[in-house]
T-cell receptor
Framework: DAKTTQPPSMDCAEGRAANLPCNHS???????VYWYRQIHSQGPQYIIH???NNETNEMASLIITEDRKSSTLILPHATLRDTAVYYC????????????FGTGTSLTVIP | NAGVTQTPKFQVLKTGQSMTLQCAQD?????MSWYRQDPGMGLRLIHY???????DQGEVPNGYNVSRSTTEDFPLRLLSAAPSQTSVYFC??????????????FGPGTRLTVL
């Protein structure tokens, strides 16, 4: 699975959009980009995933560049409850579902 | 649905003791896995299973055993606990066939301290 690079920490004002970047320059054509988050010491929570096209769900949007070497997770209106560590993971979809987490980005939403 | 449940929530062991961390899921998921998370670190995969009777090693399998006799349960055994195994342990499950495949559901974690 390709490695990912994320900034260790970011701040965002409450109510503003939070844009979390992820570099995955060695991604292969059949690897998906996944985002999970971990609030405090809870188990990680799935947010969104995509292959090539931009994706949106009730939690967030995922923007993948055309060359697929980087992506951005967007939380459109950040709230204090979005304070968490966000993990970007790239992996092949059908390889047994095991995930390899990095250290992620610690997002702090400021009132 | 209870989702993924883990017991115990907290455990303190002495070096050399053995114990089993329990994990159960009621979503009929084929895939289950165990991760550990050390302070300030991401999760690291210990063992995983793609179905009853099938298990395989992840990144950090040494010192741990698993078995999968039923779809619902995936216990993690520490054979002889060491201080280096002090960590938070998370169990996860996912479906390999449903529309939400590849979305892993995590349990609340077991906080283990080995003295």
């Amino acid at each position: 699975d390709a490695k990912t690079t994320q900034p260790p920490s970011m701040d965002c004002a409450e109510g503003r959009a939070a844009n979390l970047p992820c570099n995955h320059s060695t991604i292969s054509g059949n690897e998906y980009v996944y985002w999970y988050r971990q609030i405090h010491s809870q188990g990680p929570q799935y947010i969104i995933h995509g292959l090539k096209n931009n994706e949106t769900n009730e939690m967030a949007s995922l923007i993948i560049t055309e060359d697929r070497k980087s992506s951005t997770l967007i939380l459109p209106h950040a709230t204090l409850r979005d304070t968490a560590v966000y993990y970007c993971i790239v992996r092949v979809s059908n390889t047994g579902n095991q995930f390899y987490f990095g250290t992620g980005t610690s997002l702090t939403v400021i009132p | 649905n209870a989702g993924v449940t883990q017991t115990p929530k907290f455990q303190v062991l002495k070096t050399g003791q053995s114990m089993t961390l329990q994990c159960a899921q009621d979503m009929n998921h084929e895939y289950m896995s165990w991760y550990r998370q050390d302070p300030g670190m991401g999760l690291r995969l210990i063992h995983y299973s793609v179905g009853a009777g099938i298990t395989d090693q992840g990144e950090v399998p040494n010192g741990y055993n698993v078995s999968r006799s039923t779809t619902e349960d995936f216990p993690l055994r520490l054979l002889s606990a060491a201080p280096s195994q002090t960590s938070v342990y998370f169990c996860a499950s996912s479906s390999t066939t449903s529309g939400r495949k590849n979305e892993q559901f995590f349990g609340p974690g077991t906080r283990l301290t080995v003295l």
